[in-house]
Nanobody
Framework: QVQLVESGGGWVQAGGSLRLSCAASGTIFSINAMAWYRQAPGKQRELVAS??????YYGDSVKGRFTISRDNTKKTVYLQMNSLKPEDTAVYYC???????????????WGQGTQVTVSS
């Protein structure tokens, strides 16, 4: 199996920063894209940022404030969040597209989520 474990969430005042981490473990042959999503109460889950071999993508609401990066040797993806706003408050989920074996299909896995709360 594959597990994704997030860390780094918490409470911060508006204008502050947080850094999220997500480590993948288990039976992993390769990881393609890794991404961060978020879901605020009463809203749909939205893509915050993703990263793959060809580069990174950011949602419009976080461009210029958030930076996604990854360490392939550690199978870990990071999300540096700066200039946080109250509207960034949500549960943040890590996602990874993983092949467990050389000829395996690519499957999408999710972490359990970490709460980020930004107060005004």
């Amino acid at each position: 199996q594959v597990q994704l474990v997030e860390s780094g969430g918490g409470w911060v005042q508006a204008g502050g920063s947080l850094r999220l981490s997500c480590a993948a473990s288990g039976t992993i042959f390769s990881i393609n894209a890794m991404a961060w999503y978020r879901q605020a109460p009463g809203k749909q889950r939205e893509l915050v940022a993703s990263i793959r071999e060809g580069g990174a993508y950011y949602g419009d609401s976080v461009k210029g404030r958030f930076t996604i990066s990854r360490d392939n040797t550690k199978k870990t993806v990071y999300l540096q969040m700066n200039s946080l706003k109250p509207e960034d408050t949500a549960v943040y989920y890590c996602n990874a597209d993983v092949r467990r074996y050389n000829l395996d299909y690519q499957r999408s896995y999710w972490g359990q989520g970490t709460q980020v709360t930004v107060s005004s």
